[in-house]
Each structure stands twice: as C-alpha cells, then as structure tokens.
C-alpha cells in the first residue's frame, strides 16, 4: 500500500541556516505529493503540493520538488525563522479516492 | 482562506462515559469529512470519512459502534466517544473537503484533545 518516511526529530537549527527534511514515499499509482505544517495549538495547513512529477511546490521560502525517481519530496528552505518553528508532515493522495497518507511528522526547532 | 472549527479542544472524562466532538466547516460547505487519530510523535491516521446524509465509512480496524460519526449537515459533523476508556485518549482532528474544491483539498481543524480518566 502507500506510505510516507520521513526524517524523525526533533531538528534543531539556528536562526538563518539552511533547512531540509526528508520524505521518501511508496506508491502504486501516481499521488499527489504535500507538505503540511502544524504550528502549536493549531490546525495542519496546507504548505505546498506537487501533482506530477518535476513539480515544485513553494510558499513562504519553502521548495520541494517532485522527484519521481527517487520517489522523494524533500522539504528546503535556504534561511529559517524563529517563526518555522512547528510540525511538518509529508503526505501523498491518490488520485483514486480522497485519502491523505501522512508521515510521522517532524518537528523543526529554530533558535534566535 | 476555509476555516474548520473543533469544539472542544479539550476535554476530560471518566471512563465509561460518552464524550461528543463537534467539527465545523465555518465558511464554506463541506460535502466530506474526514476524523483522524493523531497518538503522541505518531503520524494521523484516518479513522473514517463522512458524506453529508449518508453513513460514514470506517476504516479497518475502526469500531463503528465505539467511534459514533454523524454528518447530518454540510457544515457540521460529530463525532461521539461512546463508552469511552483510557485507550481512547488521544488528540482527535477533523478534516474538511469543500463542495467546490479538488478531492485532495483537506482542511484541518485545531484538534481535540481527549483524556480518559
């Protein structure tokens, strides 16, 4: 079935430094790929997504790019804020039904 | 941008009771919803999607007579702990699709948490 790995946490950077997560994914058709995150106390909102691959999907300075080969979705922002502090959660969907299949999430700590 | 509402967002009870957690597209209609378990440093997983008017659909491993869903409207769907234990403690988050959005266009709710004395 599908699934996503990502890297666990928790990452803890410094203020400015270049960021990457890993999100690997097993699929038999061709998902949709997304990048979630969860700031403390609230909802999972949507980051970025891809649909095919090759895609990039950016928002607020973060990239991924649909890798089909490596069946990879990593997650890059080249200077992080104190803000970015929060959960990121790689997920795919299959284009045949509505579910999401999340990763375990990792959680990103920025320090000033 | 849609806005999912979870009231509460916590809740404390004793074992053996029942406990509801309403979720609410606030701005738009929602002809799915989706409930999903999140347990501590675990990914969510999906317990059961919800059509307005119709029955939901579990996944595997689900207890449909534990794990009450009702979507009884296109902005409103409940879920109802029944007969609730310590096992059930865990953080409980909606989702909503909106009528007119694509099938992957999820959005999420803040979430309950729900503890089980």
């Known amino acids: 079935g599908n699934s996503v790995t990502q890297m666990e946490g928790p990452v803890t950077l410094s203020e400015e430094a270049f960021l990457t997560i890993n999100c690997t994914y097993t699929?038999?058709?061709?998902?949709?790929l997304f990048w979630y995150v969860q700031y403390p106390g609230e909802g999972l909102q949507l980051l970025l997504k891809?649909?095919?691959?090759?895609d990039k999907g950016s928002n607020k300075g973060f990239e991924a790019t649909y890798r089909k080969e490596t069946t990879s979705f990593h997650l890059e922002k080249g200077s992080v804020q104190v803000s970015d502090s929060a959960v990121y959660f790689c997920a795919l969907s299959d284009y045949r039904d509505d579910k999401i299949i999340f990763g375990k999430g990792t959680r990103l700590h920025i320090l000033p | 941008g849609a806005v999912v509402s979870q009231h509460p967002s916590r809740v404390i009870c004793k074992s053996g009771t029942s406990v509801k957690i309403e979720c609410r597209s606030l701005?738009?209609?929602?002809?799915?919803m989706f409930w999903y378990r999140q347990f501590p440093k675990q990914s969510l997983m999906l317990m059961a999607t919800s059509n307005e008017g119709s029955k939901a659909t579990y996944e595997q491993g689900v207890e449909k007579d534990k794990f009450l869903i009702n979507h009884a409207s296109l902005t409103l769907s409940t879920l109802t702990v029944t007969s609730a234990h310590p096992e059930d403690s865990s953080f409980y988050i909606c989702s909503a699709t909106p009528a007119s959005g694509g099938r992957w266009e999820q959005f999420f709710g803040p979430g309950t948490r729900l503890t089980v004395l």
């Open positions: 891809a649909t095919k691959a090759d």
């Open positions: 699929a038999t058709g061709y998902p949709s």
């Open positions: 701005d738009f209609q929602a002809t799915t």
